[in-house]
């Protein structure tokens, strides 16, 4: 209630701002145009007297509504925590000062901007609510984990040495996954010189003897469904017992299954048992147990063998894998040491068109290999030739560039891995009727190349967005790849192992040890009520006025992380629990029905009106720029911190995420008489991703129609611009600014100044 509202303002005269602005202004604007019960300045806000002089205003003066007037809100954000109060930052220090010249023609204008940024710092916490902690459970130390290879068993155990409980599903006989069939792996610790024992049975006996681990083989999750820290599980075996669990987080390390290699009849396989892949020849050293490896056919020795790199990867012919799967090169090296220890004279080649050997041994292991003449020729082989007990490769030697070919005994294909993941949710249309509704069932998702995997669920979640986890590209769970590995779109579930992209066994442990701390941080969010990457800490989740509600669907459809549902009148139903607070819904919502607490169609609304446009007379335009506060908003503060100049008539709101924006901001900003609106979201290339995986994708679909409602309100097109910013684009995001500027010196001021 606003009678329950108290609010202080308080400005930082440090880091010049008070010798550049007039900061009594700033404190009178704060008080007579802002509201503000009481306002104070101070030399160093964020010292430690600075922050108690807040604090206790917040103890004995009972405000619980705070306007914090100093540097950008991605600065001391340590120092400025104040629990249970609702907290605004009007951004004086990178977003007014560092951003200008301090010359005296630029005094007046530099003073306007501040004193904006001040009456929208509290306008903004003026139409706040102070979050409370949707108390939806409990902590819940108990951690679940789909697949029992090196990656299932490490998360385990990395989850029992943290003190939490862990059950692992497996669904064949026995743990150990793809790994268990290999005879040695590549070594982990220098120097890198010859291949070491898998360690899987001592990993096994491990995970077997920990009491906080339980174990179920022959098993599979036959339904989840819940939430971050009440995943409700009923996990099925093939005796037929059902059993039922509840758990924090869940951690899919599902693995991978072996290309198949019978789509590559050019190598002769399966035309021959002398050619096998990589896999099927660490069942042949196993055998031979340390012994002289012999070949398929007839059990002869193998005094002869190559090895064929990317059989079948890195091509864009039709089934085949168009990407690296990152373990093969090593694994070759590792096989061709196979041959040598058992017997030095035999002829071992690998034939490559590019050597990769990423992680620790690299190089050194490829040299290692060298040194026990394992022949690595660069050559792109065409055809292996089955005749006569011999094999015949063709290859082109691609250093003499001459066709060529070499006999051997035995091929060895270097094949990738396919990602054993569920069915792509967003691969087909989710149900008939959502296809009819505007937006669409994938509004602002792209078509991506999609190789073919297992439509067998392995997760049979029960959420309306589909059974499994969403798909980056191949197959491959997506997972934030730049800035949050292993977190999914689906808050609480955490990829790991080639399930998420292609590796080896050593960087799957290592992926198993970051899902299992990333899990159990999930859980202990989720007992706080707090959300999780990337605005890790925010009690807020959304709202909705059923009263106004349509129905219409763009809320349960658009949200990335599948964090609501419908109830039986078919109207939303928000899980808070796996909600990211990206505001997404509350930008898709044509109604404008959803707010968050601390952050609303008001909160950011009442900050456009709250800006003094002048009118057209005056020569001052006034350009809104609304940034993504995760890359956009940081590259402007550091094009402040480097000295770049940003233009004098920009005022800058940060927003969640591009899909958050409100069409409403952007006509209400027009109508009031803003010359330009300048929209900056997160890249969404191949190379770079959303923070919220799909927000600005989105926000781009919905944006593409602005130019109908500019045609319709007779201003030109040029007056909007939206824009993809990577958080290191410190030079371009203030030019994208300065370039509206000079557009709306060309065209003209706005008609629809007051």
């Not at 902590?139 to 679940?144: C, E, P, Y």
């Not at 890198?192 to 990993?203: E, G, K, M, R």
């Not at 798909?471 to 080639?498: K, Q």
Request: proline share 5%.
């Amino acid at each position: 209630m606003a009678d329950d509202k108290k609010f202080g303002g308080y400005i930082c005269t440090g880091c010049g701002i008070g010798e550049r602005l007039d900061t009594d202004q700033l404190e009178q604007i704060a008080l007579r145009e802002g509201k503000m019960n009481l306002c104070r300045q101070h030399p160093m806000l964020c010292s430690a007297e600075g922050v108690q002089m807040i604090q206790d205003d917040i103890d004995n003066e009972g405000v619980n509504h705070v306007m914090i007037a100093a540097c950008s809100r991605r600065a001391k954000v340590e120092a400025f925590n104040f629990p249970r109060v609702a907290l605004s930052r009007a951004n004086l220090r990178e977003g007014v000062i560092w951003s200008r010249p301090d010359t005296e023609e630029n005094r007046e204008t530099t003073q306007e901007k501040a004193d904006d940024y001040v009456r929208m710092g509290c306008a903004e916490v003026r139409f706040m609510e102070i979050p409370e902690p949707s108390g939806e459970q409990e902590l819940n130390k108990h951690i679940l984990v789909v697949g029992g290879g090196v990656t299932g068993m490490q998360a385990a155990l990395e989850v029992a040495e943290a003190g939490y409980n862990a059950t692992i599903v497996e669904k064949a006989a026995q743990l150990g996954g793809h790994m268990a069939q290999v005879y040695r792996r590549v070594p982990t610790r220098s120097p890198y010189v010859d291949p070491q024992d898998t360690q899987v049975a001592d990993l096994v006996s491990r995970v077997m003897s920990n009491e906080r681990i339980t174990v179920y083989t022959n098993a599979r999750v036959a339904q989840s469904s819940g939430a971050p820290g009440r995943f409700s599980v009923e996990i099925a075996r093939e005796s037929g017992e059902t059993l039922n669990g509840s758990f924090g987080a869940i951690i899919q390390a599902s693995g991978f299954k072996p290309y198949d290699a019978n789509n590559l009849p050019e190598f002769a396989y399966g035309k021959t048992p002398d050619v096998v892949t990589n896999l099927e020849l660490e069942r042949l050293a196993r055998e031979a147990d340390g012994g002289p490896i012999k070949r398929p056919s007839d059990g002869k020795e193998v005094q002869a063998v190559a090895f064929v790199q990317c059989a079948g990867q890195r091509s864009d012919k039709e089934g085949h894998l168009p990407y690296c799967s990152g373990f093969c090169c090593t694994t070759s090296i590792k096989q061709a040491m196979y041959f040598k220890q058992q017997n030095p004279g035999c002829d071992t080649t690998v034939l490559f068109t590019d050597l990769r050997t990423p992680g620790a041994p690299g190089e050194d292991f490829y040299r290692a290999a060298q040194r026990k003449e394992v022949t690595f020729s660069k050559g792109e082989v065409s055809e292996v030739v089955s005749a006569d007990g011999e094999l015949r490769v063709k290859f082109k030697d691609l250093i003499l560039n001459e066709d060529t070919e070499m006999t051997c005994d035995l091929v060895v294909l270097a094949t990738g891995q396919v990602p054993n993941t569920g069915p792509d949710p967003y691969a087909a249309p989710l149900e008939a009727e959502d296809e009819e509704e505007e937006g669409g069932e994938t509004a602002g998702e792209e078509a991506t190349p999609q190789v073919s995997v297992s439509v067998e669920s392995i997760l049979n979640l029960d959420y309306r967005q589909g059974t499994d986890l969403p798909h980056l590209r191949h197959g491959f769970v997506d997972s934030h790849f730049i800035c949050f590995p292993y977190e999914t779109r689906r808050t609480g579930i955490y990829a790991a192992g080639p399930c998420r992209r292609p590796m080896d066994s050593a960087q799957a442990r290592d992926d198993a040890a970051g899902a299992a701390m990333k899990a159990i941080q999930a859980t202990v969010h989720a007992a706080w009520g707090q959300a999780v990457h990337p605005r890790a800490g925010d009690l807020s989740f959304p709202r909705f006025r059923k009263e106004g509600c349509t129905q219409c669907k763009r809320c349960t459809v658009e949200c990335p992380f599948g964090a609501i549902n419908e109830d039986e009148e078919r109207y939303p139903q928000f899980n808070e629990a796996r909600c990211r607070r990206c505001g997404t819904c509350m930008g898709a919502c044509p109604v404008r029905v959803i707010s968050f607490a601390n952050y609303s169609i008001d909160t950011v609304g009442q900050q456009i009106k709250a800006v003094d446009v002048p009118d057209e007379y005056s020569e001052k335009p006034r350009i809104l720029v609304l940034a993504c506060e995760n890359d956009a908003y940081p590259a402007l503060d550091m094009a402040a911190m480097a000295g770049e100049e940003i233009s004098p008539w920009s005022r800058v709101v940060p927003v969640r995420c591009l899909g958050s924006v409100s069409l409403s901001w952007i006509t209400d900003s027009l109508n009031s008489g803003y010359d330009g609106v300048v929209l900056m979201g997160c890249r969404k290339d191949d190379d770079y991703q959303c923070h919220f995986v799909r927000g600005s994708a989105m926000a781009h679909e919905r944006l593409s129609k602005v130019g109908d409602t500019l045609q319709q309100l007779n201003l030109e097109t040029e007056r909007v611009a939206v824009y993809e910013v990577a958080i290191t684009d410190t030079k371009r995001a203030p030019q994208l600014i300065n370039d509206m500027a000079k557009t709306v010196d060309e065209i003209g001021m706005s008609p629809f100044k007051f």
